[in-house]
């Protein structure tokens, strides 16, 4: 079965500092991944999401995501973040089901960015 | 451009009664859809997903179950509610045919909470 694991709950940092927000799954198939983010009172949208091809993934916002197959992790990243950066952030795995994908989602890491 | 909703925003019941959440997708056909729980304190859970009407998979053996009555309409349904029912109830749609790599949309969710 699929898994995901975010090791980091809450992140706190200040305007202008760097981002990384680690993220590791176990899938034993064709690996595809994503990053959605919540931010405060409006849907769950999507990030960035790699399938294949180059394992250096850029989404909105100035966000990108490094897929490393040896270690398992697709890592979210921006150097320099923005107070309308405070959201929560899910890292997600798809497996194929025949017709649709089924998502599987780490726990999330709430992100407060200070001014 | 396509847009999904979910009724009612929020929900406060007793444990033993009845449950149906609503989720409709417009602006497309024949989309993927999915139910997904949110707890306190965890990621978020595929629940079902429905790959056209009448076809439901169900992820989770549970006190819950879903139907698809109309190709985008999606419902979440219990008989009687139990208090770890409580949490966070995301409908998501995927363009038919996106296969694994498929970027899902959500609703902006229904928050229950089970006394």
């Known amino acids: 079965a699929q898994s995901v694991s975010q090791h980091n709950h809450h992140v706190i940092l200040s305007e202008a500092a760097s981002l990384e927000l680690g993220c590791n799954y176990s899938y034993g198939g064709t690996v595809n991944l994503f990053w959605y983010v919540q931010y405060p009172g409006q849907h769950l949208q999507l990030l960035l999401k790699y399938f294949s091809g180059d394992p250096l993934v850029k989404g909105i916002k100035g966000f990108e995501a490094e897929f490393i197959k040896s270690k398992f992790s697709f890592n979210l990243r921006k150097p320099s973040v923005q107070w309308s950066d405070t959201a929560e952030y899910f890292c997600a795995v798809s497996g194929f089901t025949g017709g649709g994908n089924k998502l599987t989602f780490g726990t999330g890491t709430q992100l407060k960015v200070e001014l | 451009s396509q847009t999904i909703h979910q009724w009612p925003v929020t929900l406060v019941q007793p444990v033993g009664s009845p449950l149906s959440l609503e989720c409709t997708v417009e602006g497309t056909s024949n989309p993927n859809l999915y139910w997904y729980r949110q707890a306190a304190g965890r990621g978020l859970q595929l629940l079902f997903y429905s790959v056209g009407i009448g076809q439901i998979s169900s992820e989770v053996p549970q006190n819950l179950s879903a139907s698809r009555p109309q190709d985008r309409q999606f419902i979440l349904s219990s008989k009687k509610l139990l208090l770890s029912d409580s949490g966070f109830y995301l409908c998501?749609?995927?363009?038919?045919?996106?296969?694994?790599?498929?970027?899902?949309?959500f609703g902006p969710g229904t928050r229950l909470l089970v006394l």
């Open positions: 998501a749609w995927s363009p038919r045919g996106t296969g694994a790599s498929g970027t899902q949309y």
